[in-house]
C-alpha cells in the first residue's frame, strides 16, 4: 500500500515546494532569547518568537524548573485524574486564578488542547457558538469537535457579531470566541463592547489571551484588564509557552462550575498526559517575578513604543499595533520573502508572511518586541529596515 501514498504524497510535497509554502525549519543552537545562533554558528537577533517578557532563558525559572526535578521528579506517568495530580498543579491553578481573578482553573498540556477540549463538553446541537474570523487554529478546531450551530463575524466587527447574535437568539445557549490578541495585526479584541452585546444579546463570552496575557493592560494582565471587564468574561483560554516563560502548557480559566465540567469530560484533559513537574514548578517561579513587579512589562512597552514610532519615522507603513506584535506592510508577497532573507543576512531574524497566512495583497513582515530586547538590539534592527527598506524602495531614500 504505501507505494501508492508516498507517490500521492510525493506530489504533494512537489506542489507545496512549487508555491513557495513549504516549511522549513532553521535550526538554534543557543537557548530561546533575543541573540541566538542560528544554523552553523551565525548569530542574529531574534524579533519573531513569542518570548514577550523575555523569561525563555531566565535564570531564575531554570533554577526552579531544577529544584523541582529534585523535589517532584520527572515526569508524572498519568493523567490527572487517575494519579497525576501533585501538590504543585493545584497550587499552579489557584495561582492563574489569582492572575486572572477567576474562579477556578484547570491545566491542559497546551493552550492547543485547553481550547480543543473546550467546546464539547459544554455545547450540543442546540447552542451556538459565535467565532471570529481570525481566530486561532486550535479554537476552530475546538468548535469543529462540539456539536453546536457555527457562525462566523468579520474580525472585530462588532455589528457583524450582532448580526450572528440575532441569528443564533433562538439557540439554547449562545458563546462569542475570540483571540485576545490577533496574531497577524497585532490588533486587541474590543473586549468591553464585546461583552456588551454578549449581556444585550443574552450570549456567553471566551477569550483566549494567549498572545495578550502578559502583554496587554496597564499592568500586562490581558484583555479583561484592558478594557476593565473583569466579572464579564465567563471564559479565559491561555498558554504558558508564550510570555509566561514559554516553555509548554495551557489553561482554561473561568467560572466555577465551567472549569469543574472540564475536569469531569474534556478529552485533552481526561486522556492526556499531566503537566511535567519542573514546568510546574518554574511557571510558579513566574508568576512570582510578575507578580514582585512590573518591570518587565513595562520594558516590553517601552520597547514597542520605541520601535514602532522610529520605523513610523523612518517611513515604513506600520499596522497600529496595540500588543507586542508589530506588522510591517510590505504587501507584496515576494517582497516580503526577499526583504526578511536580507533581514536575516543582517543579522536580524524576522518572518515575512503572505497569502493565506494573511489576505491577498496584505503581506507583512511581522515584528515581535521582547522585554529580553536591549536599546541596542532594536537600533540594530531599525537600521537594517531602515537599509533593506531603502535597497527595496520601500521607504524614500532621504529618511534617516
Ligand atoms: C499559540 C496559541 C495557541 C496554542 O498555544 P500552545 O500552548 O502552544 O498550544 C492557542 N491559541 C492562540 C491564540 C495562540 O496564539
Known sequence: MYGTLKDYLTGELAQIQAAGLYKKERIITTPQRADICVGAGNPVLNFCANNYLGLSDNPRLIKAAQQTLETHGYGMSSVRFICGTQDIHKQLEDTVSDYFQTEDTILYAACFDANGGLFEPLFSEEDAIISDTLNHASIIDGVRLSKAKRYRYANADMDDLERCLKEASSQRFRIIATDGVFSMDGNVAPMNRICDLAEQYDALVMVDESHSAGVVGPTGHGVAEQFNCYGRIDIFTGTLGKAFGGAMGGFTTGRKEIIDILRQRSRPYLFSNSLAPSIVGASLEMFGILK??????????????????????????IKPTQSAICAVMLYDAQLSQDFAARMQEEGIYVTGFYYPVVPKGQARIRVQLSAGHEREHLDKAIAAFVKIGKEFKCIPETNQ
Not at 292 to 303: A, G, I, P, R
Open 292 to 317: 514582585e513587579s512590573d518591570e518587565l512589562h513595562t520594558k516590553l512597552m517601552n520597547n514597542v513604543h520605541y520601535f514602532r514610532d522610529r520605523m513610523l519615522a523612518a517611513g515604513f507603513d
